[in-house]
């Protein structure tokens, strides 16, 4: 492993990016206006605030579907264009290549992050008991956990269809077992033991977290299983990362 | 002589398919060695298996010494894929950067590189908007980074002009005549004369393997085609 090519990954990635401005600004603007979308649409409702109370979940939510999706597409076009075998061929480790992206990707994340819970924060009136900036550090972590799961499931779709198909069936049963339709503690006892094996849930909590309490201790452990998962996928990745092929 | 590749009884296979079967050869350094065969004979494969990026590989094949794919022959290697392995989205200039910086070479050799395939004055333009010669150069510029002492290339010379091409193929023998082993490979006979020495190929075995020259002479004909022909229909 070295630092020098980690870093030329990452700036690649990142080169590539800027040159394709609209997927930088659907990037960026979609989650500020699925945020405002979902103020909207609660905003009539009587009783209980339930923008206060949906919101945290979807800023966890949306950085780990989006950049799921973007890095698997994007590494199934490393390999059928042939760009990763000719890496394979060079000095190059297979966790440069995949911390690389992870730092692009959680580069990007950083910004839609800001921007998601800014708005949310700043002109939709999100109510947040603990710090503000916590939210954005989250969305971050998920980020590059949707990026790692990315580049681990793309080791196994040989093409772009099979990637995007892995997001129903990866990233759905997380949104569905996260705790945002059904709090956690009263669903069935094996969907909440399955749900306490699942990444997004631990991202879905810590929102929740800084969102209903001022106090910081649960969100940075809840912070650290997400991490703890960004890592051990990674790592899948980089062992499920084939130099040879057929 | 000095030989960059040596292999014995290479045999590869892919499903149930013997992709190469039972191949011994050797690669001199300071010469061009021609793979020359028809699409689907197994030059590509061949050509991945040096590069260590085959799966299923028996036998032995050395380079420089050490088993193919060898973690320390892997800066020394300059490798063509058959497709243009660059970046469409970047720019001629920041593609060959990029691999720069993962060589650990220079970014004076980018220059370079990119002048060897007559691209300078188009530099700063993007893969994406280049006709498809001029992609592939980028991706053989690509391959010069850092002067490999062997250069395995996939088909550099398909759909090219003959101007370039014979500029290209100029460039080759200069690149062997300074020391590095050039491994081409090709579908069309008529670059066979161009070569030093030819490794013939049909369905994953060698059907000859020497200078065209012993090579026409043996089959008793004038052209490379032609000793292609004949070679086939004497095996039969």
Known sequence: MSVRRTLAVAARVLAQIRRDPRTLVLLVLVPCLLMALLWWMFHDQPGVDLFDRIAPALLAIFPFIVMFLVTSVTTLRERSGGTLERLLAMPLAKLDLLLGYALAFGLLAAIQAACAVGVSV????????????????????????????????????????????????????????????????????LLGRISDVLPLS?????????????????????????AGFAVACLALGAATLRRRTP | MNNAVEAHGLEVTRGSREVLRGLDFTVPVGEVTGLLGPSG???????????????????????????????????????????????????ITENLAFFARVLGVDRGEIDRCLEAVDLGGHADQVVRNLSGGQRSRVNLAV??????????????????????????????????????????????????ERCDRLLLMRDGVFIADGTPAAIKQKAGVDDIEQAFLSIVRGAR
């Open chain 1, 122 to 189: 700043g002109f939709l009136g999100l109510d947040v008991q603990g710090p503000v900036w916590l939210l954005a550090v989250v969305g971050v972590a998920d980020a590059v956990l949707g990026t790692a799961l990315g580049l681990f499931v793309s080791a196994f779709a040989r093409t772009e269809f099979q990637a995007v198909q892995f997001m129903p069936a990866l990233v759905v049963p997380q949104i569905l077992l996260c705790g945002l339709l059904v709090p956690r503690d009263a669903m069935p006892d």
């Open chain 2, 41 to 91: 004979c197994g030059k590509s494969t061949l050509m991945r298996v040096l590069v260590g990026v085959q799966a299923k590989v028996t036998g032995t094949v050395q380079v420089f010494g050490q088993p193919a794919g060898s973690r320390a022959l892997r800066s020394r290697i300059g490798y063509v894929t058959q497709a243009a392995s660059v970046y469409d989205d970047l720019s």
């Open chain 1, 202 to 226: 631990y991202a879905v909590d810590a929102m929740n977290d800084i969102a209903g309490s001022s106090s910081t201790g649960d969100v940075w452990q809840n912070l650290a299983v997400v």
């Open chain 2, 143 to 192: 391959a010069l980074l850092g002067k490999p002492d062997l250069l395995v290339l996939d088909e550099p010379t398909v759909g090219l002009d003959p101007v370039l091409r014979e500029s290209l193929w100029v460039m080759f023998h200069r690149l062997a005549d300074d020391g590095a082993a050039v491994l081409v490979s090709s579908h069309v006979m008529d670059e066979a």
